[in-house]
């Protein structure tokens, strides 16, 4: 009988006639307060950092989208001074020449001096290359052509610059829950310029030099949003600087900058990033040539490198800087610099929610995704203007387009930017994201500088077929080779390289609430 008792006051009791009673489980159980790193205060911080963070990356969008709104003004022989075909295709590629260096002075000055400072470079180059592009001469030639290429050049450097230090201050500066949309903000921003920049092109068609000067203004509010920011605690304790690191992760965690930290969960990641730094002072000391024989370190360059290739031979950044010229020869029979403006918002507005998304899907399935969507649009591409019943569907190439826009932005876009803040290790990070982006501007460049010839000798169709075959290859190798680090820790992902072994995320489940069923009891 009291063993009976016992049981109705855990799970529950008869009502008056004699039906189960059902009760909740749970309730006395304290509400989860969340992480400091997750609460309002701490995640408005984040957030506020990285945009400030990345709105100097709006350029990169903009030096993209800069030949589609700028090539039909340039080359037009009623000009004074005008580019033959062969200096456009300069103009147009000259930029994903000189990223990788870049890319490459990109990573020594993330280790030198600091991610903040690297973003000051950064607008500052910038500004100096839109001066230029403003400012050609209106009257030699030579002079004019060589003034274009030289901003150009100076645009790509900063274009390359431009792709690690914001998404690497961004995975630093936050917590597993928040990392993914956090990183995001790069893509966004260079989204958000290529369509600011069609939108520009699109009301100011004959004015090259105004649409530089406006760029140029920009970006010298981009730089005074970089001066507040606080640096990285990440790269501050690497560099010793420790009272510095306690300020900086006491405030990206919702605290005062305070030189000491209180709250035990912060202190736990102080100390164990501390620790992880610590372990590997030797390997501080290693050069990072050395380095590229310890699994942690060659996996992830490997499998990025070959990622930003797909990127790049997929035509996703042919469709960018040729939109307008494509949209035309494609058959779409509406204005093409309003087409291109279409192509920019459906790429922004595809690429705001990617952070969910990529934290809903996580990122192998958004990749499969991606570039399965890609090839397809690319074939009915292709096909519109061989097969016959493609060519009486009088969307398709529109829908086509716009498809290829949306649905490489879910992925095959986004990712490679997106891990490569995810996936290095801390101590090589700088050097490492700065090589990987060399790599992938190096193949835009080749892309980008031998699309026109080999549009012109092969034909629209025959590009369109190879940008569908490298989508399905490239599906392949994310099936393949790309490693899932949604709601893993930049250390959790960095030992499943050393070690080999996936291991299972922590879960971020809540407290159920259990619904006890009381038998009834036999008479």
């Known amino acids: 009988m009291d063993e009976q008792h016992r049981n109705l006051q855990q799970n529950g009791s008869e009502d008056s006639n004699g039906k189960q009673a059902r009760i909740v489980s749970g309730l006395d ?46 080359t037009d022989t009623t000009e004074p001074v005008h580019l033959s075909s062969s200096q456009a295709s300069w103009f147009a590629s000259v930029n994903a020449l000189s990223a990788p260096l870049g890319g490459l002075l990109s990573g020594f000055l993330l280790d030198r001096i600091g991610r903040k400072k690297s973003l000051i470079v950064l607008n500052v180059l910038t500004i100096l290359a839109w001066i230029l592009l403003a400012t050609p001469s209106q009257s030699n030639s030579e002079a004019f052509f060589w003034q274009l290429i030289v901003s150009r050049f100076i645009l790509g450097i900063g274009m390359g610059l431009a792709s690690a230090p914001p998404g690497v201050y961004a995975a630093e500066i936050s917590v597993p829950k928040t990392r993914g949309s956090l990183i995001l903000g790069t893509s966004i ?18 004015d090259f030099r105004l649409i530089a000067l406006i760029c140029c203004g920009y970006q010298l509010v981009a730089l005074l949003c970089v001066l507040p920011l606080p640096e990285s605690h990440c790269w501050l304790l690497a560099k010793k600087r420790v009272t510095e690191a306690k300020r900086s992760l006491n405030y990206f965690r919702g605290f005062d900058k305070s030189d000491e930290i209180t709250h035990p969960q912060v202190l736990e990641e102080f100390q164990t990033l501390q620790k992880s730094l610590q372990k590997r002072d030797a390997e501080l000391k290693e050069s990072f040539w050395r380095s590229l024989s310890q699994p942690e370190v060659y996996k992830p360059l490997v499998i990025l490198m070959t990622l930003f290739a ?47 998304v990529l934290e809903l899907w996580g990122r192998r399935r958004a990749g499969i995704i991606s570039t399965l969507g890609m090839s397809i649009c690319m074939f009915l591409l292709a096909g519109h203007s061989r097969i016959l019943c493609f060519q009486q569907i009088q969307y398709l190439p529109v829908v086509a387009i716009v498809g290829f826009i949306v649905l490489s932005t879910l992925g095959l876009y986004t990712l490679p930017f997106f891990m490569i803040s995810e996936l290095f290790p801390q101590r090589v990070r700088g050097p490492a994201s700065g090589l990987t982006v060399a790599v992938g501007m190096f193949i835009s460049f080749v892309v980008l500088k031998t699309y026109p010839n080999v549009k012109a000798d092969w034909g629209l169709s025959t590009c369109f077929n190879f940008f569908a075959v490298m989508s399905v290859l490239a599906l392949i190798f994310i099936y393949w080779a790309l490693p899932e680090t949604r709601r893993r820790t930049l250390l959790e992902i960095e030992e499943q390289f050393r070690s080999g072994r996936s291991r299972k995320p922590q879960s971020e489940a809540e407290v159920e609430m259990k619904e006890v069923f009381v038998p009834k009891p036999e008479e």
Request: net charge positive.
């Open 29 to 74: 159980r304290p509400l989860k307060t969340p992480p400091p790193g997750e609460q309002s205060r701490a995640v408005l911080r984040q957030v506020r950092a990285v945009i400030l963070a990345n709105i100097g990356v709006f350029s990169t969008g903009m030096t993209l989208a800069m030949p589609t709104a700028t090539l039909h003004q340039l």
């Open 189 to 206: 921003s260079v989204a958000g310029g290529i369509t600011i920049l069609y939108g520009i092109g699109y009301c100011i068609r004959d």
């Open 310 to 356: 797909f990127q790049q031979l997929t035509g996703i950044f042919v469709v960018i800087v040729f939109a307008a010229q494509i949209s035309w020869e494609a058959g779409i029979e509406i204005d093409p610099f309003m087409c291109a403006l279409l192509i920019g918002l459906a790429r922004l507005i595809t690429t705001c929610p990617m952070g969910l």
